[in-house]
């Protein structure tokens, strides 16, 4: 499985970026997807996720009313729409794949099996 991840850059607060990460050599199916994202000295942290089959969406409390997490079956790509961007939402972001994922392990960055390369996110005043 590979995870390719785009849509990173620099934006000023208050704006808005949309992350994609497509992934591929799986169908994706019974599994999930998400976003975590890490900032310099800081831990691994929750963002968003989607559980591929229902659709279902789990969002982090601090990103919960600005984020949007959608999916392509199709294309096996997720989106991940940032608007009212903050300062404290600069970090590296990866996405990620989880095979056997159930609902109490979607925000533990340590049930997902594969990961992308990471995009960059810096919001500045």
């Known amino acids: 499985v590979q995870l390719q991840a785009s849509g990173g850059g620099l934006v000023q607060a208050g704006g808005s970026l949309r992350l994609s990460c497509t992934a591929s050599g799986t169908t994706l199916s019974g599994a999930g997807m998400g976003w975590f994202r890490q900032a310099p000295g800081k831990d691994r942290e929750f963002v968003a996720a989607?559980?591929?089959?229902?659709?279902?969406?789990y969002y982090a409390d601090s990103v919960k009313e600005r984020f949007i997490l959608s999916r392509d079956r199709s294309k096996l790509t997720v989106y991940l729409q940032m608007n009212s961007l903050k300062l404290e939402d600069t970090a590296v972001y990866y996405c990620a794949v989880g095979l056997r994922l159930i609902s109490s392990s979607y925000s533990r960055h340590t049930q997902y099996d594969y990961w992308g390369q990471g995009t960059q996110v810096t919001v500045s005043s």
């Open positions: 989607v559980r591929w089959n229902s659709g279902h969406l």
